[in-house]
Each structure stands twice: as structure tokens, then as C-alpha cells.
């Protein structure tokens, strides 16, 4: 287990916003900051970043927490493994201490599945750097591609041995489980024999956005027509090929910082790239680009540049991909190398500002390098040349955004020489197109099912008390500790010698006037959650006189921690709309806070009365009639007490 003391380092020295800016873009939206949520496909930002508080809250999909619950969310990390990743990225020494084997055997499947993945990547690299054969073969591999020793370290490249069992017998002699390596696909086992899936070949680790080895990339040395040249792990729990991109967790900040990503095909691409200098490169790792390697970018930039070396394989998959990064709302260029070079070789004989200013120079806007493609493929033939003119039309259908749909119109009807109308004409049918297939299979969906009217639409209703019990914790949360003026009435003698209610003004702090008006009336929170939060507030306020939000959700249980972040991240809601750019201007509530804990408090003591005037009416219709006239005056009396309180809400009744 992991001391303590290092936990508390951590949340210390963790920012929120550094961490979670490795992996979301983030823009400055007043004192926080939002982004487009990682967590679901969305164009519109609905995720916040609060630097003050400490938390996130992703709108979209619900979920919140600190910066550990992020990467718990996001990354699939257990809690020590967060606090790990978190202490290597702000050099900060981790101290454990020793785990039972209970403790050991309470690791999950996907952890253990990392375990395996993290030691083979630790194999395959001893073995390159220090087994003869890894020596002779493997390193001397990358050497000749013109990798330096350095940039072979930094990608974690390495060597499986030319032999059947070599991993497979290591890894089980130090305590790993066959079931692992087999579902990792490190060995494959058929009926009583296992091998290992990677022998002879060298290996390319496959990271996630943080770093966590999710898979691998092998090539063979040998002439083996047999073999494949390339070989992937295959999927798994924690490897799906279609939603990685190979050398992301070395872009991320590249990529973030440049405003763009630079794609290409090969492993080798974006390793020489990375080494040249331009680290803002990821690689499709030879599959056809897909949209959740597509939305993994689009969370670090909206600007794609497609690298390409120009064989008839490598256009027809841009072209899919260029659509697919439109239909995203993307922007996409497009770059190809001169003849007879790709981005490995082009790099590796280029220096660094030539190859930048080659990058800037040549890549074209997609219509362009579409038209002057398929243009050059037409030549001067009318049927092809109209095919030509339909396919570009298609991929502008793609773009969501209209403005930018009729630029790119404008833009196809001088390159192409064609009249504008009759571009917009064929986009209209395209789209009147694809809403009648959209609606035929709306319509075949529909009649799978049997539709049963409901015989009244059901309305779902607020939960009054859950509502003010939920906005108590949040006046604690965020001004438990201020001082204020409230506003008492107390029992006084007038100059006739009556006895009268008098307003008199107490100065009090906020969270003593909430726990002193709800000990008045006996009022305890029916929500366990909300309950168990109250009772820590106070608590840590009674003990500090003050709460940092900071610290206090970091001592909380996940559950707690997701309703505290719920609570706190409510406002950001109005900076996600922007209703000020509106003329609507949503008023403080630190403004107002003395108003806002008693008509809190008035409301809830005005609903609690309405519950008990309902359980005594159910009561009357229960009892004798001799018995109804006690009821009935009880009633009465909370009905006049309804009215004062209601009073000072300054309602009618």
C-alpha cells in the first residue's frame, strides 16, 4: 500500500488543470476552464475544470470528482495506480507499505491485464539492450533505420528472441499467470502448448494517452513471405486497435501546444518525425483511421494534416479518412512527399526547418488536393471529370457547419470551373438523399418493435425535499464559514407591557445559523448522503473554522466526492451557455447569502409542515369521529404557522 504521507504530497502537488490538460484541450471560461468531454462524442464543450475548487464535472456524461476520480474515469486506473502516475509526473517519491496477499489478490482483471503488458515492454527492452541476440539483431534493427539510442529509450522499443517459450517461460517464472499473458495475446495457447505471439520480431509498445502499455506492435526481420510483416496484438480488455493512435502519449502536448496534429500510417513515421523534431505526429498504426481515433484528437486540436506517400493503398485510405474528419467538424489538410518517399524516409535525410517549412508549404486544404487528385485522374474525359465533381460535392456534404459548406462550394467552382448553383443543386440532393435513407430506416427500426400507447404521458416529478436538503450542503460547502447578518424574530415588551415579535439583527457564522435552526425544529436530512455530508462539514468547520474544498474532497468517498462535485459545479453551467453574450445575467448568490440560508431553511420548514398537515389528514380518514376534532385543530395550528412562515417567504398562502 502506499504511505500516507506520499497521498498527501500528491493531492498537494497535483494541478488539476495540468493534469487533465494532457488529455482534453482546455480554454479559459472566465476563473475556470472547459473543453469537449472525453468521456462522450459531443461538438459542444459541457466539461469544466475548476483551478480554485479542485474538481471537473462533465455535463455529458454526468461524472465528476478530483484529479484521482479523472484518472480513475478516463484511464481505467485503480486508486493507487492514479496516485502512482500522479507522484511519477511531479517527481515525487512514493513510499509503500507491505501488501497482504489478500491485498495482492484483490487486484482486478484490467489491472493485472496492465501488469502483464507493463513487464513484457520491461522484457523486450532488457532483452534489446542486453541479450546478445537482442544486441546483434534488434538494436542494430533501429540503429540502421536511424534511431539514436536516445530515441529508442524514449519509445521503449524492444527485442522478443527468435525462440517458441522464451517470454512466456520468463514471465511465469516471476509470478505472472498464464490466463493474463493468453488474454493480453503476449502467448497464444492452443489445446496443452503456448507460445509466445511476438518470437523474432522487434517490438513497438502501444501506450495509451497517459502512458499505460495497452498493447504492441511487432515486425519480422526475417524473408518469411509466409509471416505478416506486422503483427498487433489483438483486442482485448484493454486494447481496442480502432480507438488507439500510436504515439499519442508523446504528441499530447505537441499537439496541444501546435494547434495540430500530424497523421500518418506507420509506426517508423512517427518515431523518425518525433526524432527530426516535429513530436505533434500520431500514427493509425496501419488500420484504417476510424472516428474514436478521430475524437481522440479532436480533444487536443480541431486541425488535422494528413501525411501521405502517395501509393494508390495510402490516397484511397486519405480520402475515406479525410471524410470521416469532416463528418467530426474538423478541419483537415492534406501533405504528400515527393515520389519514392514517405514520412520516415523524408525525415530522416531532412533537417529540421526544412522539413517544417516543407510541412507548411505543401499541405494543401483537402478540396484542393481532392480536385487536383481526381482531376489529374479524370484528365480530360467529361463523364469522369463529373464523377470527379460529385465525389468532392460529397465529402463537402460531410461538413457540419453550413458557413464553411459554402466557402468550400465557392472554392470547388473556381478550381473545377463549374457554376456554382449547379454545385449547390446536387449538395441539396445529396442531403435530401441521406434524410430519406435516414427516415426509411427510422421507419424499418420502428416496425420491429410493437408500439403501445401510454394511457397518460408520465411526468417525472421534483423531489422538493431531496432539492432543499441538496442546496443546505451547497450554502455549507461554499460559505459555511462566512460571517452575516441575519435577521431574528424574538419575543419583546412593547411600551404597553405586550408581549410582541420584534426583528432583531444577529451576526452569526453561516454554518452555526443552518445547524442552530434545524436543531430549532428537529429537522434531520433524510438523504444518507447528504446526511453524512452535513455531519463532516460541520465537523471540519467546528475543528478549522474554515472548509477548503480542496482538501475536504480528497478525505471523501467516491460517492460523496461525485455529489460534492455535482453540487459545487452547478454554476459553471451558466459560463458552459455564455448567458451574458445573451443580455441575461444570472444573479450571485454570494451576493445574497443571508436571504439565501433563511428562505433555504423557510422552505424546508413549509414543506415538512405540508407532510405532516397530509399525514394527519390520512389519519382522519383512519380514526373515530370523536377524534377528528383534535386532528382537525392540530391541522389548523400548523396551517397558521404555514401562513407566518410563508410571510416572511413574503408569499400568499
Excluded at 540503429?143 to 517461460?169: C, M, N, Q, V
Excluded at 440532393?429 to 427510422?442: M, S, W
Aim: proline share 2%; glycine share 4%; charged share 30%.
Amino acid at each position: 500500500m502506499i504511505a500516507k504521507s506520499t497521498i498527501d504530497s500528491v493531492f498537494e502537488t497535483a494541478r488539476l488543470e495540468e493534469v487533465i490538460g494532457d488529455f482534453v484541450q482546455l480554454k479559459k471560461s472566465g476563473s475556470n476552464f472547459k473543453g469537449l468531454s472525453p468521456f462522450s462524442d459531443e461538438r459542444t464543450p459541457s466539461f469544466m475544470v475548476s483551478p480554485a475548487k479542485q474538481i471537473w464535472k462533465d455535463f455529458s456524461s454526468g461524472k465528476g470528482g478530483n484529479v484521482v476520480a479523472f484518472l480513475m474515469e478516463h484511464e481505467h486506473f485503480s486508486y493507487p495506480e492514479a496516485i502512482k502516475y500522479l507522484a511519477r509526473k511531479y517527481n515525487i517519491e512514493i513510499e509503500e507499505t507491505v501488501q497482504s496477499d489478500e491485498q495482492k489478490e484483490q487486484a482486478n482483471e484490467r489491472e493485472s491485464m496492465y501488469l502483464v503488458s507493463e513487464y513484457a515492454r520491461t522484457y523486450f527492452q532488457d532483452i534489446l539492450w542486453n541479450h546478445p541476440k537482442g544486441k546483434a539483431i534488434g538494436k542494430s534493427y533501429f540503429l540502421e533505420r536511424g534511431f539514436t539510442e536516445e530515441t529508442i529509450k524514449t519509445f521503449g522499443l524492444g527485442y522478443s528472441l527468435d525462440e517458441w517459450t522464451a517470454f512466456t517461460d520468463k514471465a511465469i517464472e516471476e509470478g505472472y499467470q498464464l490466463d493474463y499473458l493468453a488474454k493480453t495475446g503476449l502467448t497464444i495457447v492452443k489445446d496443452t502448448k503456448q507460445f509466445d505471439r511476438f518470437k523474432g520480431r522487434v517490438l513497438f509498445p502501444i501506450q495509451s494517452m497517459s502512458g499505460r502499455v495497452l498493447g504492441f506492435g511487432g515486425r519480422i526481420l526475417t524473408n518469411d513471405k509466409k509471416a505478416a510483416k506486422y503483427l498487433n496484438s489483438p483486442d482485448s480488455e484493454i486494447y481496442h486497435k480502432s480507438k488507439v493512435l500510436y504515439g499519442i502519449y508523446h504528441a499530447k502536448q505537441a499537439i496541444a501546444k501546435e494547434d495540430v496534429c500530424y497523421l500518418v500510417e506507420g509506426y517508423t513515421d512517427v518515431i523518425q518525425m518525433h526524432q527530426r523534431g516535429v513530436k505533434n505526429v500520431v500514427a493509425s498504426s496501419g488500420t484504417a483511421l476510424t472516428t474514436d481515433q478521430i475524437r481522440l484528437i479532436r480533444r487536443l486540436t480541431n486541425n488535422i494534416t494528413v501525411l501521405f506517400d502517395g501509393d494508390a493503398a495510402g490516397l484511397r485510405a486519405s480520402l475515406r479518412g479525410i471524410d470521416l474528419i469532416l463528418e467530426a467538424g474538423m478541419n483537415v489538410r492534406v501533405c504528400s512527399f515527393p515520389e519514392g518517399e514517405d514520412p520516415d524516409s523524408f525525415a530522416k535525410n531532412t533537417p529540421f526547418e526544412t522539413l517544417v517549412l516543407f510541412l507548411q508549404e505543401n499541405a494543401k486544404d483537402f478540396i484542393q488536393f481532392k480536385a487536383s487528385l481526381l482531376a489529374e485522374q479524370s484528365g480530360n474525359d467529361p463523364i469522369k471529370k463529373a464523377e470527379t465533381i460529385r465525389e468532392i460535392v460529397k465529402s463537402i456534404s460531410k461538413i457540419p457547419d453550413r458557413i464553411k459548406k459554402e466557402v468550400y462550394v465557392k472554392t470547388c467552382a473556381q478550381i473545377m470551373d463549374i457554376s456554382e448553383e449547379v454545385l449547390f443543386n446536387t449538395l441539396a440532393q445529396i442531403g435530401k438523399k441521406e434524410v430519406q435513407d435516414a427516415y426509411k430506416k427510422q421507419q424499418q427500426q420502428q416496425q420491429s418493435f410493437q408500439v403501445v400507447k401510454a394511457d397518460a404521458e408520465s411526468v417525472s416529478k421534483v423531489d422538493i425535499q431531496y432539492e432543499l436538503e441538496q442546496k443546505i450542503i451547497e450554502i455549507l460547502l461554499l460559505y459555511g464559514s462566512e460571517q452575516e447578518d441575519f435577521e431574528e424574530l424574538v419575543l419583546k415588551e412593547n411600551d404597553q407591557g405586550e408581549l410582541v415579535l420584534e426583528p432583531v439583527i444577529i451576526k452569526s457564522t453561516v454554518y452555526e445559523k443552518l445547524f442552530l435552526d434545524l436543531q430549532q425544529d428537529e429537522i434531520a436530512l433524510t438523504n444518507d448522503s447528504f446526511r453524512m455530508l452535513y455531519h463532516q462539514i460541520l465537523e471540519e468547520l467546528q475543528k478549522n473554522g474554515a472548509l477548503s474544498i480542496e482538501v475536504f474532497i480528497n478525505k471523501l468517498s467516491p460517492e460523496l466526492s461525485d455529489h460534492v462535485t455535482r453540487i459545487l459545479m452547478k454554476e459553471e453551467l451558466y459560463q458552459l451557455h455564455d448567458w451574458e453574450s445573451k443580455n441575461i445575467f444570472v444573479k450571485k448568490k454570494d451576493k445574497v447569502i443571508n436571504q439565501l440560508v433563511m428562505e433555504t431553511v423557510l422552505n424546508l420548514r413549509c414543506f415538512l409542515i405540508d407532510e405532516k398537515v397530509r399525514e394527519l389528514q390520512q389519519k382522519t380518514a383512519e380514526k373515530k369521529q370523536q377524534t377528528h376534532q383534535d386532528v382537525l385543530e392540530e391541522i389548523i395550528n400548523y396551517h397558521q404557522l404555514k401562513k407566518l412562515l410563508s410571510n416572511k417567504l413574503n408569499r400568499v398562502v
